[in-house]
């Protein structure tokens, strides 16, 4: 582990409405409100290019054109 790098954990990508159906019977679809997102996104293209695939997480490196030191 090194200063500056984050760890995204890799998740089973979930629709709302199967979660939703897990949590409780009582639900009700009320639509995508604004701002709202489908789908999010974990760890981006550039990161990517940066970062180390363990088994269960990425690992980010810090970019190197935003340290100060």
Do not use: H
């Not at 984050?6 to 995508?32: C, Q, R, T, W």
């Amino acid at each position: 582990m090194r200063e500056g790098e984050i760890f995204v954990p890799k998740m089973k990508l979930y629709n709302v409405i199967d979660l939703a159906k897990k949590i409780s019977n009582n639900y009700k679809i009320v639509g995508k409100r604004n701002g709202e997102k489908i789908i999010e996104t974990l760890i981006t293209d550039e990161e990517i290019g940066r970062s180390d695939t363990k088994k269960d997480r990425w690992v980010i490196r810090p970019n190197k054109l935003g340290n100060k030191k």
